[in-house]
């Protein structure tokens, strides 16, 4: 059995946390909410356009990858990361990976990893996780959706990895090159704040941020004139999976992104970061209470009745434009003094 030097923990999000313990391996100790906060990765992005399965995509998140990527362009982490035409070959650089001693992230899709509980198996390509060791014809996983590591046959991860359809991971794997020895958090924190509040204001799609939270208001205004009572929840049921199921969805993302600001007043001695968190923390349970809004019209028996989701959603949309309007502000501020990591 060969075992490499990482750190299993339960987290919120699988990226965040495949890239919090990866990192904390390589030599560079960071927590998910600054991994998320740091590479800019929180936003809101409606695609009426793009399908997953066969409704339209909702996202709180930036893609899948972002994330650690924006850890490079933010701090300086330079990772390296393989993708593969063929299943074999794809399987072939895991094994070699893990016999030089080195654990990678993967992305897979949920659906065709067999420790996954049934109800919890669906199409989703974008999961994140971390493979540390073999035992024969298993692979030892460290996936942070789980309190504790896992096994997954070598036939169901290869499945999992060259899965075809939105999302495609194509066999990704990734890992950590280098980190950097010192970090400038004011500057980086600035950065990473605007960078999140400026998408969320001022994208100038109508997809993206404060006006993505409108257009799928405006959507679900004209869902009734063109959809039957079971279309209409099997809609709204799309969005409550993509806010509370796929990692840690909108309010999840809301409060992790507002202990990523109260970690930073600590680190910069910034008290007016941990007011702003608890903006966020309130956009957070706002979308919470949007997503118990729809639950109800999913599981009535009556009628689907729109008002309560769209009310709850104008309220999420106002809190959100004046959170990011806080956060913007902050992230003015004249820098401080340089800070180090331990």
Same mark, same amino acid.
């Given at each position: ?42 936003? *809101?992005?409606?695609?009426? *356009? =793009? ?20 850890l490079a362009r933010r701090i300086g982490v330079r990772w390296a990361q393989q993708r593969f035409r063929h299943p074999a070959a794809g399987m072939a ?30 199409? *989703? ?20 959706? *789980? ?29 950590? @090159? ?14 990473? =704040? ?12 109508? /997809? ?17 004139? %063109? ?12 969005? @409550? ?12 993302f809301r409060f992790m992104y507002a202990a990523y600001l109260h970690e930073m007043?600590? %680190?910069?001695? %910034? ?16 979308? %919470?209470? /949007? ?12 009628? =689907? ?18 959170? /990011? ?18």
């Amino acid at each position: 059995m060969n075992l490499q030097p990482i750190t299993h923990r339960h987290a919120g999000h699988c990226e965040t946390g495949v890239s919090s313990i990866l990192l904390e391996a390589a030599g560079l100790t960071l927590s998910e909410a600054e991994v998320l906060g740091l590479s800019s990765g929180l936003t *809101f992005v409606h695609l009426p *356009f =793009v399908r997953i399965n066969e409704l339209p995509l909702t996202s709180y998140r930036m893609p899948p990858g972002r994330i650690y990527r924006g850890l490079a362009r933010r701090i300086g982490v330079r990772w390296a990361q393989q993708r593969f035409r063929h299943p074999a070959a794809g399987m072939a650089a895991l094994d070699a990976a893990l016999e030089q001693g080195r654990a990678v992230g993967i992305q897979a899709s949920v659906y065709w990893l067999p420790y996954f509980p049934d109800a919890m198996r669906f199409h *989703f390509n974008a999961h994140n996780l971390i493979v540390y060791g073999r035992d024969g014809d298993d692979y030892l996983v460290s996936d942070p959706v *789980f309190e504790a590591p896992q096994r997954c046959p070598r036939e169901a991860l290869q499945r999992a990895r060259f899965v075809r359809g939105a999302l495609a991971p194509k066999g990704l794997m990734y890992w950590p @090159v280098s980190v950097p020895g010192t970090i400038d958090w004011s500057t980086a924190f600035a950065r990473s =704040v605007r960078k999140t509040a400026n998408m969320m204001l001022r994208a100038p799609l109508p /997809f993206v941020g404060i006006r993505g939270i409108r257009l799928l208001g405006r959507q679900l205004e004209r869902l009734p004139r %063109r959809s039957d009572d079971a279309r209409q929840r099997l809609y709204l049921g799309q969005i @409550v999976r993509m806010q509370e199921e796929i990692g840690t969805g909108g309010g999840g993302f809301r409060f992790m992104y507002a202990a990523y600001l109260h970690e930073m007043a600590d %680190r910069l001695n %910034r008290a007016d970061l941990a007011e702003v968190g608890q903006s966020l923390t309130a956009c957070g349970d706002a979308w %919470r209470q /949007f997503a118990v809004a729809c639950a109800r019209q999913i599981r009535s028996r009556q009628a =689907v009745e729109l008002a309560g989701p769209i009310e709850a959603l104008a309220r999420v949309a106002t809190l959100e434009a004046q959170a /990011f309007r806080d956060v913007l502000a902050v992230s003015r501020k004249p820098r401080r003094s340089l800070a180090h990591l331990d």
